[in-house]
């Protein structure tokens, strides 16, 4: 059986805020087997997508209470590495990020190409050829001969994100973890995003987390899907049996509130708000707004069961001794849905 390229265990991450602590990440699993495979990591904001991206970089703020769990990549356990050894060996040379917003945070006074540049010259390249190296990469990206000289606010949106991106894979990461990249950009430069990370993902057949809130865009993108909800992940599984066949409420109602081009009826909101996570609910997360809920819900943890294409869902609904006759009735639903 082969090393998969990511494999991540019981991660852990808690941040202080007053006498409680916040459960950002709270014992999220999930592997990516092999390069060229994309994940997709959806739910609603506050659910925890981008703490746990952070935690995989290593990149976390002053006030983390508690931090742990098991990454590996490649078979490499990231965890015991130094700061030192994690920022020399890891940060954008394995794995590498774009951020939300990062669009926005380009240097106005520097051309964009000497900002792509400037890692690899820290790096020890020689400044033209590294110049060299950032041209290639913008033209890899999709934009045009000669844009490195310009500088970012004579781009557009879609440019600059392109830009964002090349910058990120600099160092010809192994993994590029994306948070919102298409957020702030309208519909059709959204389109020629997703069809440049499509592109990536066959050559060079770069692995990818993709973080987003639009189930519809993890769709287009990804191998497999991550269903997030209060810092754990509720679902994980194969994209087509996720968007077909979800084995917990959340993951229902999140697809149920997608507006369908050919489907009559009209898109069912989603019931409640999320919950406060310096004080998350007893059991499962996800009782107070769920139609489904039984007795253990508000009582017992749900464990992670196991489905049958590898992957996993937190609800008591996919146990036949403990949910009974719900059993069945979920059962039934999965296939219709």
């Known amino acids: 059986m082969s090393t998969p390229l990511l494999r991540v265990e019981d991660l852990l991450l808690y941040y202080r805020a007053g006498n409680h ?6 014992g999220v699993s999930f ?4 390069r060229g495979q994309a994940v997709g990591i959806v739910g609603e904001s506050g659910s925890g997508k981008t703490s746990m991206a952070t935690a995989l970089m290593r990149m976390l703020p002053k006030n983390v209470e508690s931090f742990r769990g098991s990454i590996q990549l490649a078979g490499q356990e990231l965890t015991t590495l130094s ?5 020399r060996e890891i940060r954008w040379k394995k794995i590498a990020m774009v951020f939300q917003g990062a669009m926005n945070v380009l240097n106005p006074v520097v051309r964009v190409g000497e900002q792509i540049a400037e890692t690899l010259i820290f790096d020890g390249m020689e400044k033209k050829t590294a110049l060299a190296r950032a041209d290639a990469l913008l033209e890899r990206v999709g934009l045009p001969a000669g844009i490195g000289s310009r500088y970012a606010h004579e781009l557009s949106g879609g440019q600059r994100q392109r830009v964002v991106i090349a ?7 192994e993994l590029l973890i994306l948070d919102e990249p298409t957020s702030a950009l309208d519909v059709s430069v959204q389109a020629q995003i997703m069809n440049l990370l499509k592109d990536l993902k066959e050559d060079p057949g770069i692995s990818m987390i993709f973080i987003t809130h639009d189930i519809g865009l993890a769709s287009d993108l990804c191998d497999s899907i991550a269903v997030a909800y209060a810092g754990q992940h509720v679902e994980f599984g194969s994209a087509d049996r996720v968007l077909v066949e979800p084995h917990h409420p959340y993951s229902s109602l999140l697809l149920s509130s997608l507006p369908r081009l050919h489907d009559p009826a009209p898109p069912v909101p989603m019931p409640g708000e999320p919950p406060d996570l310096t004080h998350p609910p007893a059991g499962c997360r996800f009782h107070p707004r769920c139609p489904y809920a039984f ?5 017992i943890v749900p464990p992670e069961y196991r489905v049958e294409d590898g992957g996993h869902a937190r609800c008591f609904l996919n146990d036949r001794e403990i949910a009974g006759d719900r059993y069945q009735i979920h059962l039934q639903a999965t296939i219709d849905a």
Do not use: K
């Open 21 to 26: 602590p916040v459960h950002a990440v709270d």
């Open 31 to 34: 592997t990516i087997e092999d």
């Open 83 to 87: 700061d030192d050894q994690f920022r």
């Open 295 to 299: 007795a253990p819900c508000p009582v």
């Open 167 to 173: 910058t990120a894979l600099v160092m010809n990461p």
